[in-house]
Structures are given as structure tokens and as C-alpha cells.
């Protein structure tokens, strides 16, 4: 008799051991191998309301059984098309997306959502095997074309080559519009490029997903900072629509010390070392001085991407937040992750200040102790201070990894344009702002949130733009 499946023998990703992956900035998870992408794409039930579950639960609404279903048949190319039905880039979504919070989270293996209960087993491995599906045609090097219908006339600008602008300017060059993509920085990927480690992932796996807008006809214009060397009106008079997608860079908590030599923002540690390569100084022109020891204030991804790329750079690495780790955003793997190779966690803690030398370098970073209290807004335990328990943790730099807000330099010159309270540009449920053929997506609206889900509001706003262009516009 054949032995029964257990539903907790998931299949686990086969990663570098922890004392050779803090050396270098490689990939350290491997992914599956086909026997082990086969294995696990079995464990699947292909329930009859995933609708419900796996499905409703992805931002963009992969058809994950389906694309499971054709791995179990063997039809790889055919698992690829399934995705790329929903999903522009599988290769990348399948290593960033937080599966645990969304489909791998509703899948009935773990969650029975009709019941409201974990089940005993975990789920199946949903985004090794998007991964693995991607991979596989990328190192594979077929040649997949994808359908494009013929030009419609219609030009739009694209403004920021993140997720949410790539995914819109993909979209629409299918449809057949003429799509030009303003970028301020030297290559295309926003946030995938600049503020993920190539640890989690690696660059030539997001250039091949780039390039598949070139093979579409959309044109990159880099070194275009909108706002600066071109209006954000001048391209809403040349073009027949215009997609906002800059992004969200600036961060910090604004709390004393702040000023001194040694306190980074996230997003200039991570584009200092992905983008510019400070990693490889003085080879490369572009330093970053972490010390010998640094905090990193935060508990979400970008939290954890500062403490892959710390790690990395040879530093004592201690991450503080204010709240538990089940309650944080990032990933309980990436948790696991960065411990095994060494990471301090302090949850529970709160920044009060960042102590500085005379010379005005910084020397540690001044924290108190928190418990949980009453439920807040959101729902989550609100953490009070514990008096008494304040203490320094001793660092030579301060790195905060959260406060995101978004940057207006794009737009802030453009009259009639509604923000939110927050500083984010207001739009409504078709993405559509306050100004006539203005769209926008992506953390530029939603303040900071994860890739596939500026890639589900660039989509969104593709459905939008091509609707204004053929219903509204006249050629």
C-alpha cells in the first residue's frame, strides 16, 4: 500500500547554510529542483472554492491551482502562461511576495476559512513554486512572445520604473499603446533594484523580467527626475495619459539625534549597496559607513532587507521594534533568517533618541522597554512604555526603516491635485486622480506597501488609462 501523504510534509526551499550565505550577496535560497516543484505541487487539493481562498487572496488574482494542476501534468510553459495571466513577474513575486499573509495563508491545508481554524498541516509552498515556474523558463531560454494587439495611437508616459509603473507600462504596451517610461535613476526596478539585497533577488532575474517591456516597444527614458528636468504638466500635455508612480523614499522618525554622522534612512543604505555597489568600496565610488555596530529601527521587510545587506557588510547587527514579531510585517522565514546569521532582535523596544559624541558621531541609540496594552485602530496590542526600563544599546550607527513617506517632487507643482492627509496623491477606486488623464499606484498612493501590491494597482490602472484613452480620447 502506498504511504499516504501527510499534509505537514511540505517540501522546504534548500538554502545556503547561514555561516556561508552572511558572506556574500548571493542568492541564498536555491529553490526547488523539479522532483522536489513536482513533490509539492501534489500536496495540492485543487480545492473547488479557491476562488474563495488562494485566488482571492493574491493581489492580482493568479489562478493558483490552475498553474499548480499543469506542473502536476508536467506542462511547465503551460504553468507559466497560467501565471503570466495575472502576473507580469513570476520570477519575482515568487521570492518577495509574503505568501504566508496572503494565498499560502488561505490555503485550506492550514486555514479553513469557512470554519475560522488553522488546520494541522501548512500550506503548499505557493511562491517556491511560482518561482520555480518563472526560473524555469528564464534559465531554460525559450523564447515566450506575448501577444500584442496592433498600435492604437494613443501615447502615455509612465513616471517611475518600479512595480507599479512596469506592470502598468506592460500592460498597456499589450494593449497596444505607445508607452514611454520616465525613470530618475540609471536602471529600471524602483524598489526591486535599489531596495531589495540580491540575496532575496538577484538582478539578472529582474532584468529578465524587464526586458520583456522592451519586447513589448516600451521605450525607458532614465535620468529623467519629473518635477526637475521635465514638469509633471509638460508631460500631460504631450502625452494622451500619464501613469504616477514614484514611489516612497523618505523615511525617518524625526525623534533627537537624528542629525548625527551615522543615521541613515533605509532607502540610502539599501540603493548605496544595490545600486552603487558600496559593498564592493573601494572598487566602486560609493561608501557607506555602518561602524562596527548598527540598530536598525523598523519590523517590516525593509527592516529585514537592512539587516541581510548589514550582515553582509561584516556589521554587528541589531534590529529594534517597538511591537512582537507576530505582529510584525515581515516574513517569520526572514525572521528566522536573519537570526540564524546573527542579528540581534529587540522586540518590544522603542527608540527614544540617538546618542551622539562630542565630534557629533553616533555612539547608541537610546530605547525603552514596551508591554501590551489595550487594542488600537488597527487592532493590534498598543505597546506602553515600561518605566524604568530605559537603556542605550551601544552602536555606531542608526539606520530607520520606517516612515516612509512619499516624495512630491514630481508632482507638488501640479495645481488641482488632491493629496491625503498623509501626503499621498488621492485616487479613486480606478486609480484615476483629481487631475484629467493623470493616473496613479503604487506606494505613491498607499504610503509603502509590498511589490505585488503596487503591481496589482499599476494593472488596475493600465484597466483605467486604456478605458479613458478609448472611451474619452480622441486620437
Not at 31 to 49: I, M, N, P, T
Not at 416 to 427: H, I, Q, Y
Request: glycine fraction near 12%; hydrophobic fraction near 40%; charged fraction near 25%.
Amino acid at each position: 500500500m502506498a504511504k499516504r501523504i501527510r499534509y505537514e510534509d511540505r517540501n522546504q526551499e534548500p538554502l545556503m547554510p547561514p555561516e556561508q550565505r552572511v558572506k556574500t550577496f548571493r542568492e541564498y535560497a536555491f529553490g526547488y529542483s523539479v522532483s522536489l516543484a513536482l513533490d509539492e505541487a501534489r500536496r495540492c487539493l485543487f480545492c473547488k472554492d479557491a476562488d474563495l481562498r488562494c485566488v482571492k487572496a493574491c493581489p492580482v488574482g493568479v489562478d493558483v491551482p490552475g498553474f499548480i494542476k499543469k506542473i502536476t501534468e508536467g506542462d511547465l510553459l503551460g504553468a507559466y502562461r497560467k501565471i503570466v495571466e495575472a502576473d507580469p513577474f513570476p520570477s519575482v513575486c515568487g521570492r518577495v511576495c509574503p505568501q504566508e499573509r496572503q494565498c499560502e495563508g488561505s490555503c485550506i491545508l492550514y486555514y479553513d476559512t469557512v470554519r475560522e481554524r488553522k488546520n494541522k498541516g501548512l500550506p503548499v509552498s505557493i511562491g517556491a513554486l511560482e518561482k520555480f515556474v518563472g526560473d524555469f523558463v528564464r534559465v531554460s531560454g525559450i523564447n515566450l512572445e506575448e501577444e500584442k494587439t496592433d498600435p492604437t495611437g494613443y501615447r502615455v508616459a509612465v513616471v517611475g520604473a518600479g512595480p507599479a509603473g512596469l506592470a502598468c507600462a506592460h500592460q498597456l504596451a499589450k494593449w497596444g499603446h505607445e508607452v514611454h517610461l520616465f525613470e530618475a535613476l540609471p536602471r529600471a526596478g524602483g524598489v526591486m533594484a535599489y531596495g531589495i539585497p540580491q540575496a532575496r533577488l538577484p538582478r539578472e532575474v529582474l532584468d529578465w523580467e524587464i526586458k520583456k517591456l522592451e519586447s513589448l516597444g516600451v521605450k525607458f527614458f532614465f535620468g529623467h527626475v519629473v518635477g526637475r528636468t521635465v514638469k509633471l504638466s509638460e508631460l500631460l500635455e504631450r502625452y494622451h495619459a500619464v501613469f504616477l508612480g514614484v514611489g516612497a523614499g523618505r523615511g525617518g522618525l524625526g525623534i533627537k539625534g537624528d542629525h548625527y554622522m551615522g543615521v541613515y534612512s533605509a532607502i540610502e543604505v539599501l540603493t548605496r549597496v544595490g545600486l552603487n555597489r558600496a559593498d564592493l568600496f573601494p572598487e566602486s565610488g560609493t561608501p557607506v559607513h555602518l561602524g562596527r555596530r548598527t540598530a536598525i529601527v523598523g519590523g517590516g521587510f525593509t527592516a529585514v532587507d537592512c539587516a541581510i545587506t548589514a550582515l553582509r557588510l561584516g556589521v554587528e547587527t541589531h534590529v529594534v521594534y517597538r511591537r512582537t514579531r507576530e505582529t510584525s510585517s515581515a516574513r517569520q522565514e526572514e525572521w528566522d533568517h536573519i537570526i540564524q546569521e546573527g542579528a540581534i532582535i529587540h522586540w518590544l523596544t522603542q527608540p527614544l533618541e540617538v546618542v551622539g559624541d562630542q565630534e557629533g558621531k553616533v555612539v547608541g541609540l537610546k530605547c525603552v522597554k514596551m508591554a501590551l496594552g489595550e487594542p488600537d485602530e488597527s487592532g493590534r496590542p498598543r505597546p506602553v512604555p515600561v518605566e524604568g526600563s530605559e537603556h542605550i544599546i551601544e552602536c555606531d550607527s542608526v539606520i530607520f526603516a520606517i516612515g516612509q513617506k512619499a516624495n512630491p517632487v514630481a508632482y507638488e507643482d501640479l495645481p488641482g491635485l488632491e493629496l491625503t492627509k498623509w501626503g499621498t496623491v488621492k485616487v479613486g477606486e480606478d486609480m484615476r486622480t483629481s487631475v484629467r488623464g493623470l493616473f496613479a499606484g503604487g506606494d505613491v498612493v498607499n504610503g509603502g506597501n509590498t511589490v505585488v501590491r503596487a503591481i496589482a494597482e499599476g494593472k488596475r490602472a493600465a484597466q483605467s488609462i486604456h478605458k479613458f484613452l478609448t472611451e474619452e480620447v480622441a486620437v
